[in-house]
């Protein structure tokens, strides 16, 4: 993982989204491209970016690939920005 991927894969408000959807649980490629007015096109190059930056992992099952947040990429993002705001476990008082 690379911090720059995360950021990038980050900016974007649909990749946003799709990391809030997938806080409640896996769901289907088809299930994340319901929700929003683009194509499943895009809808996939998006879930790609994500895979990417590690934020997500699939599945596949059959003939369909679930995806599922990763938390712990997202953790270690929390935990840096939390040590740059000066809120680190190794504050110095």
């Not at 993982?1 to 990038?8: A, C, D, E, F, V």
């Not at 649980?25 to 683009?38: L, N």
């Not at 934020?55 to 596949?60: G, M, P, V």
């Not at 938390?71 to 680190?88: N, P, T």
Request: aromatic letters at 6%.
């Amino acid at each position: 993982m690379s911090l720059q991927n995360t950021m990038r894969a980050l900016a974007d408000p649909i990749r946003r989204e799709i990391l809030n959807m997938l806080r409640s649980g896996r769901m289907s490629a088809g299930e994340i491209t319901e929700h929003f007015d683009v194509t499943a096109a895009a809808i996939s190059r998006h879930l790609s970016v994500l895979r990417e930056a590690d934020l997500i992992r699939d599945t596949r099952e059959g003939k369909y690939i679930y995806y599922d947040l990763n938390a712990s990429v997202l953790e270690e993002i929390m935990l840096w920005i939390s040590e740059l705001k000066g809120e680190g476990a190794n504050d110095e008082n």
